[in-house]
């Protein structure tokens, strides 16, 4: 909670609320993050404050973790009791798309500068800053840039079951996520090959890949298909582990390439709760 002090006399408290609204524009749009304002000690009710800002990305470093200046719809008057206020800026497509590598699927931490102006008080000085941290939870962010149109989120719940081998795979999918954000790509791809081994053992999928690729691809039942995909998966992200001379050992991984690996076994894993 960001403290701004007038002397003994009195304190601004103002506190980031959770939640967060866009509005959509021409490439460009409208962020508003709401705060909670209280007022304590020997201060003047209704005595109007002027409240400004600037925003800025906690998780990126240098210059692109500038965000904007936060503005106000106005003056704020302070009560005996909470109130709530509203402050805007404007985020770019870029930008969005610079937050979203950046929290990589975590939680958005946000810090916001503010300064308290008042503008009727005048027995201490009128202007105090403070900082305050914004942090807007994943599936908050997530649904408010979905109906932004400014991109598309699939979660996908794993759940910890008491089958051992698919508990720990889906504690690997939670650890690639974690590598993810560290960005130790290559790590995270080799996670979500091994959150693999419950998905091809409860499915038996090596002898059923097996009898699959004997067949025509337009032959193939539904099960073979799953087959084929689960084992071409496995192929492909078992070139994280090893470094096989001529071919693995040349292969490199994006963040791209993470998300997408970690993603396809989720989304494998996920499906074995409709299996005994």
């Not at 007022?39 to 904007?68: E, I, K």
């Not at 800053?129 to 908050?140: G, N």
Request: glycine share 6%; with cysteine.
């Amino acid at each position: 909670m960001a403290n701004f002090s007038y002397g003994n006399a009195y304190n601004v408290n103002l506190r980031a609320q959770d939640r967060v609204n866009f509005s959509m524009g021409w490439d460009v749009h409208r962020l508003a993050l709401t705060f909670e304002v209280t007022a304590h000690g020997n201060y003047t009710v209704d005595a109007p404050f002027l409240v400004s800002g600037r925003l800025w990305a906690f998780d990126v470093q240098g210059p692109a973790s500038w965000l904007g200046i936060l503005a106000p719809a106005g003056p704020i008057a302070l009560k005996p009791f909470a109130t709530t206020l509203t402050m805007e800026t404007t985020v770019t497509e870029t930008q969005l798309r610079g937050l979203e590598k950046a929290r990589a699927g975590a939680d958005l931490n946000l810090t916001a500068d503010l300064t308290i102006t008042g503008l009727a008080e005048t027995k201490h000085w009128p202007v105090a800053d403070a900082q305050e941290p914004v942090r807007i939870p994943h599936a908050t962010w997530s649904n408010a840039i979905t109906q932004l149109d400014a991109g598309a989120f699939v979660d996908v719940l794993i759940p910890i079951t008491t089958v051992e081998a698919r508990a720990t795979a889906a504690r690997r999918i939670r650890e690639a996520k974690t590598a993810i954000r560290d960005q130790r790509y290559e790590h995270a791809v080799t996670l979500a090959r091994q959150a693999l081994d419950a998905v091809r053992e409860a499915c038996n999928t090596r002898k059923v890949h097996d009898q699959a690729v004997q067949k025509k691809a337009g032959e193939r039942g539904q099960e073979e298909r799953w087959a084929v995909l689960i084992q071409s998966a496995y192929a492909l992200f078992s070139g994280a582990p090893h470094d096989d001379s001529g071919t693995t050992e040349n292969f490199s991984w994006t963040r791209a390439d993470a998300v997408a690996a970690v993603a396809t076994a989720a989304g494998l894993l996920a499906r074995l709760a409709d299996l005994p």
